[in-house]
């Protein structure tokens, strides 16, 4: 046995509270080190024919990928799956003084590709995420982990064949098949088609179906501290959607199987045939245990307790189980919908994937909480938007000096498509054609602390003679000239919030009439004929996640950019070319702030009249 302090022996996979306990590792507190893990654990003393033995059952859900139902689902790039859990089904009996332990161990988890599900219906839709190759590396390494630890893997794949679940259930097979890794075995059953009528007896057909890999694949049996009489070599990987009714009820098939033939060789039941039914004590305890664990499985990670409880616990399907499923059902959407968000945060701030600034960014257009390392894969993907523009952009006789990714809040529509990874437009302004640049704090709002820090909002305007502008928009056609129907009363994407300077109106002419301009400040940027476009920096890391190294402030940002075109545009120290004034500062944006809550006063003081 391994010598030393507890935390160094765990499986870490399984330790939820490893952050937490940072501090008292590194100052080698190790008695203060105390592993916590998420689960359930159940013993029950059983008697069967005279004989006495313990039957054990143990769920460890994984710390990899934790969360609540519609929060996470899927695999993450490293290969983990939501709701994970290793499920352990224990026997300990004595005979003439020697233990003898014999287990079979199970395993649960999400379908291994990228895919979510909204949290505003009673059955959402699954939606498909990601590349092809970035589903088939998480998919690949989900099953090269999954055979490093438990040997060959029996996928159970329990969701419908047809409909909303065979979209996510069609793409497991696909990948498995494309995989072909021979010590994987795929199987599909149609759990709902299966039982319909609620002939949950059906479910012995997969495990009879399965009964040779239940045997080729074994269980653990030792005698004392030395004696190993077989080993378990490969397990039943099974899901569902949620990979929590369903599959407690299955996994709760297969442990009868393994069980029965368990019992047999131990000496205790001798008479193997006649199934675990023949013992009605010990199989209402053997049900009323596996019950629990999808009870207590479910309440981790949908709030509730689990569907088609009373066929686990009674071998038969009733009217009051139903009802009772459709309030948990019900029950299960209001969390999903109004709870889950800060459950969601809350976990990943315990496990240390986010700081306290999870609990401030609350999503304004969906209550999802962020994925773990999703501002790292940001970074990337700006990365990856900047090479895929200066691929389309930059003819081959020019040098690109530098590229960034920016919010353009005056502008209708986005220039670059994240999800379809391709340039929707671009606006080519040649550098002698740029005639000033103004940098200045850019508050959209002035409801928040964050929202009115400057260093934080800020941004720049470009000013341009735009006789050489030259903007181009794919249509999809041959013709790809910049057409204004094409994008009007079109949503490709662009930013939903819109404040123009106070100095001009949009992206059009500061000479415009109807413009508040105030000119005479700023004479040597403004004036007929002229143009800008309207930058804002992206605020990195408001999760965060990164190091204070990794990231720059919004305005450190701007300054760096500036510099680098005016650089460029061989303008260096030229306080006319490149000045600062504020583009909408904290008084503007409480101005009219003020006068939109104004105006909303009166409609309602006019309604209520």
Same mark, same amino acid.
């Given at each position: 046995?391994? %010598?030393?302090?507890?935390?160094?022996?765990?499986?870490?996979?399984?330790?939820?509270?490893?952050?937490?306990?940072?501090?008292?590792?590194?100052?080698?507190?190790?008695?203060?080190? /105390?592993?916590v893990?998420?689960? $359930?654990?159940?013993?029950?003393?059983?008697?069967i024919?005279?004989?006495?033995? *313990?039957?054990?059952?143990?769920?460890?859900?994984?710390?990899?990928?934790?969360?609540?139902?519609?929060?996470? #689902?899927?695999?993450?790039?490293?290969?983990?799956?939501?709701?994970?859990?290793?499920?352990?089904?224990?026997?300990?009996?004595?005979?003439?003084?020697?233990p003898?332990?014999a287990?079979? %161990?199970?395993?649960?988890?999400?379908?291994?590709?990228?895919?979510?599900?909204?949290?505003?219906?009673?059955?959402?839709?699954?939606?498909?995420e990601?590349?092809?190759?970035?589903?088939?590396?998480?998919?690949?390494?989900?099953?090269?982990?999954?055979?490093k630890?438990?040997?060959?893997?029996?996928?159970?794949?329990?969701?419908?064949?047809?409909?909303?679940?065979?979209?996510?259930?069609?793409?497991?097979?696909?990948?498995?098949?494309?995989?072909? +890794?021979?010590?994987?075995?795929?199987?599909?059953?149609?759990?709902?088609? =299966?039982?319909?009528?609620?002939?949950? =007896?059906? /479910?012995?057909?997969?495990?009879?179906?399965?009964?040779?890999?239940?045997?080729?694949?074994?269980?653990f049996?030792?005698?004392g501290?030395?004696?190993?009489?077989?080993?378990?070599?490969?397990?039943?990987?099974?899901? @569902?959607?949620?990979?929590? *009714?369903r599959?407690?009820?299955v996994?709760s098939?297969?442990?009868?199987?393994v069980?029965?033939?368990?019992?047999?060789?131990l000496?205790?039941?001798?008479?193997?045939?006649?199934?675990?039914?023949?013992?009605?004590?010990?199989? #209402?305890?053997?049900?009323?245990?596996?019950?629990?664990?999808?009870?207590?499985?479910?309440?981790?990670y949908?709030?509730?307790?689990?569907?088609?409880?009373?066929?686990?616990?009674?071998?038969?399907?009733?009217?009051?189980?139903?009802?009772? *499923?459709?309030?948990?059902?019900? $029950?299960?959407?209001?969390?999903?919908?109004?709870?889950?968000?800060?459950?969601?945060? $809350?976990?990943?701030?315990?496990?240390?994937?986010?700081?306290?600034?999870?609990?401030?960014?609350?999503p304004?257009?969906?209550v999802?909480?962020?994925?773990?390392?999703?501002?790292?894969?940001?970074?990337?993907?700006?990365?990856?938007?900047?090479?895929?523009?200066?691929?389309?952009?930059?003819? +081959?006789?020019?040098?690109?000096?530098?590229?960034?990714?920016?919010?353009?809040? *005056?502008?209708?529509?986005?220039?670059?498509?994240?999800?379809?990874?391709?340039?929707?437009?671009?606006?080519?302004?040649?550098?002698?054609?740029?005639?000033?640049?103004?940098?200045?704090? &850019?508050?959209?709002?002035?409801?928040?602390?964050?929202?009115?820090?400057?260093?934080?909002?800020?941004?720049?305007?470009i000013?341009?003679?735009?006789?050489?502008?030259?903007?181009?928009?794919?249509?999809?056609?041959?013709?790809?000239?910049?057409? !204004?129907?094409?994008?009007?009363?079109?949503?490709?994407?662009?930013?939903? %919030?819109?404040?123009?300077?106070?100095?001009?109106?949009?992206?059009?002419?500061?000479?415009?009439?109807d413009?508040?301009?105030?000119?005479?400040?700023?004479?040597?940027?403004?004036?007929k004929?002229?143009?800008?476009?309207?930058?804002?920096?992206?605020? &990195?890391?408001?999760?965060?996640?990164?190091?204070?190294?990794?990231?720059?402030? @919004?305005?450190?940002?701007?300054?760096?950019?500036?510099?680098?075109?005016?650089?460029? @545009?061989h303008? =260096?120290?030229?306080?006319?070319?490149?000045?600062?004034?504020?583009?909408? !500062?904290v008084?503007?944006?409480?101005? #009219?702030?003020?006068?939109?809550?104004? /105006?909303?006063?009166?409609?309602?003081?006019?309604?209520?009249?």
């Amino acid at each position: 046995m391994t %010598v030393g302090p507890l935390w160094k022996k765990v499986d870490k996979r399984f330790w939820w509270n490893e952050h937490l306990l940072g501090r008292f590792k590194k100052a080698n507190l190790d008695d203060w080190v /105390i592993p916590v893990m998420q689960g $359930t654990m159940q013993i029950e003393t059983c008697d069967i024919e005279g004989y006495q033995f *313990d039957f054990i059952l143990i769920s460890r859900r994984s710390r990899e990928r934790a969360g609540m139902r519609y929060q996470r #689902r899927g695999v993450n790039e490293q290969g983990e799956v939501a709701n994970f859990v290793e499920t352990e089904q224990i026997v300990v009996f004595y005979r003439d003084q020697t233990p003898h332990v014999a287990s079979f %161990v199970q395993t649960r988890g999400s379908i291994p590709i990228f895919w979510s599900q909204s949290p505003y219906s009673l059955h959402p839709v699954p939606v498909l995420e990601r590349t092809e190759e970035e589903n088939n590396q998480a998919f690949a390494k989900h099953f090269v982990d999954q055979e490093k630890l438990y040997g060959r893997q029996v996928a159970v794949n329990l969701t419908e064949l047809s409909g909303r679940e065979a979209i996510v259930g069609s793409e497991y097979r696909r990948h498995v098949e494309h995989l072909g +890794d021979p010590h994987i075995k795929y199987v599909e059953f149609d759990f709902h088609r =299966e039982t319909k009528g609620m002939k949950f =007896e059906n /479910i012995r057909k997969l495990s009879t179906s399965l009964r040779n890999d239940l045997e080729k694949i074994e269980y653990f049996w030792q005698a004392g501290d030395q004696t190993a009489y077989c080993k378990q070599n490969g397990v039943f990987r099974t899901n @569902c959607m949620d990979c929590l *009714d369903r599959t407690n009820v299955v996994q709760s098939a297969f442990g009868r199987v393994v069980l029965n033939l368990q019992l047999m060789r131990l000496g205790i039941n001798e008479y193997p045939e006649r199934g675990l039914k023949y013992y009605q004590d010990f199989e #209402r305890k053997f049900n009323h245990v596996w019950a629990n664990n999808g009870d207590m499985i479910s309440r981790m990670y949908a709030g509730t307790s689990a569907l088609k409880g009373d066929f686990t616990r009674t071998g038969k399907r009733n009217f009051t189980g139903l009802m009772n *499923d459709a309030s948990n059902s019900l $029950t299960r959407m209001y969390l999903n919908t109004v709870k889950d968000f800060w459950r969601q945060a $809350t976990i990943d701030y315990i496990l240390g994937y986010h700081k306290i600034e999870i609990f401030r960014h609350v999503p304004e257009s969906a209550v999802m909480s962020a994925e773990p390392g999703i501002e790292r894969r940001w970074a990337k993907i700006r990365t990856q938007a900047v090479e895929t523009s200066a691929a389309i952009t930059i003819s +081959d006789e020019e040098t690109k000096l530098a590229g960034w990714t920016l919010l353009s809040p *005056d502008e209708p529509q986005k220039r670059f498509n994240y999800k379809l990874e391709k340039v929707i437009q671009f606006k080519r302004i040649e550098l002698h054609t740029l005639l000033s640049i103004q940098t200045g704090e &850019y508050i959209l709002s002035s409801s928040t602390p964050s929202a009115r820090d400057v260093n934080q909002n800020y941004g720049f305007l470009i000013y341009y003679d735009p006789q050489h502008e030259l903007t181009r928009t794919n249509t999809g056609s041959i013709l790809n000239q910049s057409l !204004s129907d094409l994008t009007e009363g079109c949503d490709l994407g662009g930013e939903a %919030v819109v404040m123009t300077p106070s100095s001009s109106t949009g992206s059009s002419s500061s000479s415009d009439s109807d413009s508040e301009s105030d000119s005479s400040s700023s004479e040597e940027s403004e004036g007929k004929g002229k143009m800008f476009m309207a930058f804002k920096a992206v605020r &990195y890391n408001v999760l965060g996640e990164l190091t204070d190294e990794q990231v720059k402030t @919004c305005k450190d940002q701007v300054d760096d950019i500036t510099q680098a075109i005016a650089k460029a @545009c061989h303008r =260096e120290g030229d306080g006319k070319f490149l000045y600062y004034k504020p583009i909408v !500062s904290v008084e503007e944006a409480e101005d #009219r702030e003020g006068r939109f809550k104004t /105006i909303g006063l009166k409609i309602i003081k006019a309604i209520l009249k």
